[in-house]
């Protein structure tokens, strides 16, 4: 990001106004500086003479009071504060759009590693990767035991009826998105409506948790030290957090990222198969996960789903562009959806 755009994301001037006049112990003038982000929220590092923080504020000119909620990742963070789910600190929350275009947060910055690709990881030897994963694992398991009432986000979903609104809404998102007709998907949908669980837990769910929105200690690799990008967090069926994970872990998040750098747990060897993540998470919750497949084809059916929305929107914007690629990526994940559902032992999502 060029330093025109970084000022008109967050205008300097401003920024250091409203920081003057609510931050205690700000010092000096502001330097901004561009982290991450793209179509989801904007990532800028602030520092003055003393502090180091991180600014997250939606994408200019794409604010959406749902989708980039400031005040609900800000929220999030805070109420896990001194829990058992490591979170950057939070500094202070702007509701106010007219300050610098968009509601925005300051946390403080957290110095780690994000293990993204296969670079990120090439440090670690096989002990190490298998440790870091049981930590990502114990870590989703920790925050899906936090009491949500006692820590001030009882407001933040509606965790009754979660599951069967997800398998609604990602049906219903498919067919405003789609743009080709897939037998596949339109057999796992049917499968998914018939396959719900009667009976399912509430808890934070995170909504994107992988390796991807994690933090590593620089000292310790196998030591977590920030869960980030709480943008899609709510209250629901924790089961879909782990049905997420353990689908990006195999062939889904190949094909998710085959046009990027390899994904680590597909170039280290020292990292386990799906299998030993899911028994880590059923020994470490205490959770049954019976039902798991049900999980993992949603999972791959949202991920289709996703990734045909971004078709439909390339199409409508960009119509010149070749589509083909994508098209073929969003084919491939229903028809794994399909094959998952067809390997599960749960007799509905067989389609028996």
Known sequence: MNPDSI????????LQQWIDANVPGARGPVTISHLSGGSSNLTFRVRDDIND???RRPPVGAFLATANDMGREFRVQQGLAGSAVPVAQTVALCDDPEIIGA????MEFV???V?????????????????ATDELI???ARLHAVDFEAVGLGQLGKPEGFLERQ??????????SKQQDLSSIDEVARRLNRSIPAHTDSAIVHGDYSFNNTMWSRTDPTRMVAVLDWEMSTLGDPL????MVSVYWEAAGELMWRNRSPQPHRVNSGFPGVDHLLARYETTSGRSLRDIDVYRVLAVFKLAVITEGAHARIRATRPDEDTAPIASTVAALADLALELADASPVSTLRGN
């Not at 509601?103 to 300051?106: H, K």
């Not at 440090?123 to 440790?131: E, K």
């Not at 879909?240 to 049905?243: E, F, H, K, R, S």
């Open 111 to 113: 110095d780690g590693i």
């Open 138 to 140: 114990d870590v989703l």
């Open 53 to 55: 923080w991180v600014l």
């Open 7 to 14: 000022e008109e994301a967050v205008p300097a001037d401003a």
């Open 167 to 176: 398998v609604h809404r990602w049906c219903t998102q498919w067919e405003k």
């Open 103 to 106: 509601p925005f947060y300051l």
């Open 115 to 131: 293990y993204s690709d296969a670079d990120a990881v090439a440090h670690l030897d096989p002990g190490q990767a298998l440790a």
């Open 240 to 243: 879909t957090d782990l049905g």
